[in-house]
């Protein structure tokens, strides 16, 4: 299996130098073969990685980059170019590649060779061709017997660089259950960030005080004059601000995603087209904070690596079909209990929603559907939950 493990660097001022100025080299060279795509009809990948020997001869400076990562920077021109194209044919609509400033050209890659995970010392180093070696904070143990395949040394806007190694580990992931023992289906939301067919709900992450520091800080920056010094400094104040907001929400939802993957043989989820869901009016800025996408994809990695079945199925009336009979019953969003007039079955707007996704995800696998009725839970409406709390069937009012 391939995983990334990510790394805080601690490079002294002499690397910080040097890292940024192979960054701004690289850019440079993405930039020059861009616009031979844009200028030269033929071009190809490998026709233009041919090319970078003799622009050597005269571009004296790439004799201080290393060759391979020098490749990749051409590699990754063709790669976006491909992802564009893929998109294209999709039927979505596309721009063009687009000229990098410094600020936007932020990492690099060495893949296969040039790079070394050293003990000097008694503190790990990165040992980088061309560059030297620098310390790391090395958190958490890589796997025993994993090879590293790659390092990608990358500068966020706060000014600190992480190195992200891609390992790949002998063992295979584990083989998916058969018979489904412990089965979950989840609704996702905005009041509510999760409820389950277990009768758990998890509610959002409260990340106000993030926001209100973050938007004095964006203030503070408009009031400067763009590109002095202050300005400078007060965006850094504002790239840290979002960092902290960012690391917030991501451990959150490494933790939420990390749960169910491991206690559960089937997850099934609502296959929700978050683009969409955010370019609608109203209430977008809390579509997009919940990062609804970045979970799934969380989930959906995660249930890979620990052998658990992940089914996403469509999310089309779930909030309007009983989980029970199947009779469809329009509720506005305000209303945040489910009652069907068909077969009396009453429970949370959410839990229910939670079950039909179940259901769905079930019959699309071809195990039928739960045997166990769906439990009422016991959130009343309009009652906020913390993130670090949740509420099972049949508990108290929170």
């Given at each position: 299996?391939?995983?990334?493990?990510?790394?805080?660097?601690?490079?002294?001022?002499?690397?910080?130098?040097?890292?940024?100025?192979?960054?701004?080299?690289?850019?440079?060279?993405?930039?020059?073969?861009?616009?031979?795509?844009?200028?030269?009809?033929?071009?190809?990948?490998?026709?233009?990685?041919?090319?970078?020997?003799?622009?050597?001869?005269?571009?004296?400076?790439?004799?201080?980059?290393?060759?391979?990562?020098?490749?990749?920077?051409?590699?990754?021109?063709?790669?976006?170019?491909?992802?564009?194209?893929?998109?294209?044919?999709?039927?979505?609509?596309?721009?063009?590649?687009?000229?990098?400033?410094?600020?936007?050209?932020?990492?690099?890659?060495?893949?296969?060779?040039?790079?070394?995970?050293?003990?000097?010392?008694?503190?790990?180093?990165?040992?980088?061709?061309?560059?030297?070696?620098?310390?790391?904070?090395?958190?958490?143990?890589?796997?025993?017997?994993?090879?590293?395949?790659?390092?990608?040394?990358?500068?966020?806007?706060?000014?600190?660089?992480?190195?992200?190694?891609?390992?790949?580990?002998?063992?295979?992931?584990?083989?998916?259950?058969?018979?489904?023992?412990?089965?979950?289906?989840?609704?996702?939301?905005?009041?509510?960030?999760?409820?389950?067919?277990?009768?758990?709900?998890?509610?959002?992450?409260?990340?106000?005080?993030?926001?209100?520091?973050?938007?004095?800080?964006?203030?503070?920056?408009?009031?400067?004059e763009h590109g002095s010094a202050n300005w400078e400094k007060q965006r850094m104040v504002v790239a840290r601000r979002y960092a902290d907001l960012k690391r917030k929400r991501r451990d959150?939802?490494?933790?939420?995603?990390?749960?169910?993957?491991?206690?559960?043989?089937?997850?099934?989820?609502?296959?929700?087209?978050?683009?969409?869901?955010?370019?609608?009016?109203?209430?977008?800025?809390?579509?997009?904070?919940?990062?609804?996408?970045?979970?799934?994809?969380?989930?959906?990695?995660?249930?890979?690596?620990?052998?658990?079945?992940?089914?996403?199925?469509?999310?089309?009336?779930?909030?309007?079909?009983?989980?029970?009979?199947?009779?469809?019953?329009?509720?506005?969003?305000?209303?945040?209990?489910?009652?069907?007039?068909?077969?009396?079955?009453?429970?949370?707007?959410?839990?229910?929603?939670?079950?039909?996704?179940?259901?769905?995800?079930?019959?699309?696998?071809?195990?039928?559907?739960?045997?166990?009725?769906?439990?009422?839970?016991?959130?009343?409406?309009?009652?906020?939950?913390?993130?670090?709390?949740?509420?099972?069937?049949?508990?108290?009012?929170?």
């Amino acid at each position: 299996m391939r995983y990334n493990y990510r790394y805080r660097l601690n490079p002294s001022d002499t690397h910080r130098e040097t890292l940024d100025r192979h960054r701004n080299l690289y850019r440079q060279v993405y930039n020059h073969f861009l616009h031979r795509l844009n200028r030269i009809d033929g071009t190809t990948k490998y026709g233009e990685i041919n090319q970078l020997p003799s622009l050597k001869t005269w571009w004296t400076e790439l004799s201080d980059l290393y060759s391979r990562t020098l490749q990749n920077v051409v590699e990754r021109l063709y790669d976006n170019l491909s992802r564009l194209k893929d998109a294209k044919d999709a039927g979505r609509k596309v721009g063009r590649l687009k000229w990098k400033a410094l600020p936007e050209y932020r990492s690099f890659t060495y893949r296969q060779s040039g790079f070394e995970l050293k003990n000097t010392s008694g503190r790990p180093v990165l040992r980088l061709s061309k560059i030297g070696e620098i310390p790391l904070r090395l958190h958490r143990d890589i796997p025993e017997g994993a090879n590293l395949k790659q390092v990608t040394v990358k500068k966020e806007p706060t000014g600190e660089w992480f190195a992200i190694f891609g390992i790949e580990t002998p063992d295979d992931p584990p083989e998916k259950p058969e018979t489904l023992t412990d089965v979950v289906g989840i609704d996702v939301g905005i009041c509510k960030y999760a409820h389950d067919t277990e009768g758990t709900a998890v509610g959002s992450l409260d990340l106000s005080a993030e926001r209100d520091r973050l938007e004095r800080a964006q203030r503070d920056l408009s009031r400067k004059e763009h590109g002095s010094a202050n300005w400078e400094k007060q965006r850094m104040v504002v790239a840290r601000r979002y960092a902290d907001l960012k690391r917030k929400r991501r451990d959150f939802l490494h933790k939420l995603s990390n749960y169910y993957a491991r206690e559960y043989d089937l997850v099934a989820v609502e296959d929700l087209n978050t683009k969409g869901l955010i370019e609608l009016p109203g209430n977008s800025r809390n579509r997009a904070g919940a990062a609804w996408g970045t979970f799934l994809r969380m989930l959906e990695y995660k249930c890979e690596r620990e052998g658990t079945h992940f089914v996403a199925v469509n999310p089309r009336g779930t909030t309007k079909e009983c989980a029970v009979c199947g009779v469809e019953t329009d509720k506005p969003l305000w209303v945040r209990e489910h009652s069907c007039p068909s077969c009396g079955f009453e429970a949370d707007r959410d839990a229910n929603a939670a079950w039909t996704v179940l259901g769905r995800a079930l019959d699309q696998i071809g195990t039928g559907c739960p045997e166990s009725t769906p439990a009422e839970t016991a959130l009343p409406v309009d009652t906020p939950v913390s993130a670090k709390r949740v509420v099972e069937t049949g508990s108290p009012a929170v």
